[in-house]
């Protein structure tokens, strides 16, 4: 059986965002997000892809779409496609997101 | 912005597992699944689909191809494609999965 633990996934980096591959197909992918204080995934978008990020541990500050939100660790936030996206750890702990995008870009 | 609290999303009923949509499109969707004590989803499969199911919390017995195993809370499983898969909530507290499946069946 194909399953994992999520924290004891995690991989950190000093130097940038960590993407952790869990899971994925042709169809999407099923990633771990690793952030570091003051580290940022970079607004952007997708033509064509929802992207899901759901919050494992620590808080993030959000960006979709032009607006800006701080979600922690059970909730969970959506990119439809076309929207920018982007996200960065402001606090002093490490983030931890749980990432789906469909289809895969 | 569409974000969520997954458990303030949660709904739970006496008689079944509940399913509380919340994101998709046509290619995939996310759900929560709400379990009670002795609640299940019966063993089943898709010829197409991989279906995620990532641990809230509680802790459930999952089935994936002929397998058993206990999962708890942040732990995550995948059934891929044509694999009989199912879970089970054999504790005495609830179970609430992060449910990701793609493609859409």
């Known amino acids: ?3 994992r633990d999520l924290l004891g996934a995690v991989s950190f980096s000093d130097e940038k965002m960590q993407k952790v591959s869990l899971f994925g197909s042709e169809h999407y992918f099923c990633d771990l997000y690793c952030l570091k204080p003051g580290q940022e ?3 952007h978008r ?6 899901i990020y759901c919050v494992i541990e620590g808080k993030g500050l959000f960006h979709v779409a032009g607006e ?3 979600l922690g660790a059970g909730e969970i936030v959506v990119a439809r496609p076309g929207e ?3 996200v960065r750890n402001e606090q002093d702990g490490d983030l931890v997101l749980l990432v789906f ?3 895969r870009p």
Chains 1, 2 share one sequence.
């Open 1 to 3: 059986m194909d399953s």
């Open 41 to 43: 995934q970079r607004i």
């Open 46 to 51: 997708h033509r064509e892809s929802d992207k």
């Open 68 to 70: 800006e939100r701080s």
């Open 84 to 86: 920018d996206h982007g």
């Open 101 to 103: 995008m469909s289809p």
